[in-house]
Nanobody, 127 residues
Framework: QVPVVESGGGTVQAGGSLRLACVAS????????MGWFRQAPEKGREFVAG????????YYTDSMKGRITISRDNAKNTVYLQIDNLKPEDSAVYYC????????????????????WGQGTQVTVSS
């Protein structure tokens, strides 16, 4: 069983919205911080958003701030990423990841702290 599974990607026109979901089949989900990353062709995997285990704190990449919202539902072992006003440069594979314990603004973007990763969901934005 894959511990982390993303869904919700697709092809959308510029200006549209998508809501990505990530279901984690992890017993300790409520104790884990979660993150979203993305990787465009021929580019490295970059941090998009993070959320602490209780959802009290959220972190966003400056390049997308104001257009994205991360949230979680611990009762459903699910974390969401709402992306509004999509742009062609947002086209990428979006990955969900889980990290044990608490993340901070300084650590949430560090891929090394995440030990569970999903297979990714493709987001394509047409102009």
């Amino acid at each position: 069983q894959v511990p982390v599974v993303e869904s919700g990607g697709g092809t959308v026109q510029a200006g549209g919205s998508l809501r990505l979901a990530c279901v984690a089949s992890l017993r300790a989900f409520s104790t884990m911080s979660m993150g979203w990353f993305r990787q465009a062709p021929e580019k490295g995997r970059e941090f998009v958003a993070g959320i602490t285990r209780s959802g009290t704190s959220t972190y966003y990449t400056d390049s997308m701030k104001g257009r994205i919202t991360i949230s979680r539902d611990n009762a459903k072992n699910t974390v969401y990423l709402q992306i509004d006003n999509l742009k062609p440069e947002d086209s990428a594979v979006y990955y969900c990841a889980a990290a044990p314990g608490l993340t901070t603004r300084q650590t949430a973007g560090d891929k090394r702290i995440y030990n569970y990763w999903g297979q990714g969901t493709q987001v394509t934005v047409s102009s």
